[in-house]
């Protein structure tokens, strides 16, 4: 009786290992696939965030309404069938106070940066900037703040200001 108990109790060692190992290995699979789900998801956020405009920075210089913005911009341009072709910087009531058309694609530099001005602001006047695709519209990804305090990426959302869309000015053509 002794020794059928001890099989008895190996062969449930053993299932007990054996289920053990399996559930380990379950996890350890599901654990994978998250980990490697969730770096898929960061890919597809790279790919899908680098097939939209953005603006990157926005550095501010000059004199109280009379400022200078430089504004860094990353963009999927391919040539003038899609570029950015402007940034303007817009109160948040959606009144556009100043826009930098953009002569040409930045295919082969980016991201760039380009300045505009004067922007008749206040140091604290709290502003957006924003910009614009070809033939897409207007970018997801902004910036907010003053030329006092300095600005920080927002998201814009499409129902802001869609009007300036159309407002002049408007770039003729693009250049190359």
């Given at each position: 009786?002794?020794?059928?108990?001890?099989?008895?109790?190996?062969?449930?060692?053993?299932g007990?290992?054996?289920?053990?190992?399996a559930a380990a290995s379950w996890l350890s699979a599901c654990t994978g696939s998250a980990a490697q789900s969730q770096g898929e998801l960061a890919q597809n956020e790279a790919e899908s965030d680098s097939a939209q405009a953005r603006v990157i920075?926005?550095?501010?210089?000059g004199e109280e309404r009379a400022f200078t913005f430089a504004v860094e911009i990353a963009s999927p341009d391919t040539g003038c069938d899609r570029y950015a072709d402007w940034w303007e910087v817009v109160t948040p009531n959606g009144d556009l106070l100043y826009r930098r058309i953009l002569l040409?694609?930045?295919?082969?530099?980016?991201?760039?940066?380009?300045?505009?001005?004067?922007v008749r602001v206040a140091s604290a006047d709290d502003v957006f900037v924003r910009v614009h695709m070809h033939p897409d519209g207007y970018a997801p990804s902004g910036a907010q703040g003053s030329?006092?305090?300095?600005?920080?990426?927002?998201?814009?959302?499409?129902?802001?200001?869609p009007q300036l869309e159309t407002a002049p000015p408007l770039p003729d053509d693009c250049a190359f």
């Open positions: 009786m002794r020794r059928a108990r001890s099989h008895r109790q190996r062969v449930l060692r053993f007990i290992r054996i289920a053990w190992l920075s926005v550095d501010v210089s040409h694609s930045h295919v082969d530099e980016q991201p760039f940066t380009r300045s505009g001005g004067p030329a006092g305090a300095g600005f920080s990426p927002v998201d814009v959302p499409p129902s802001f200001a």
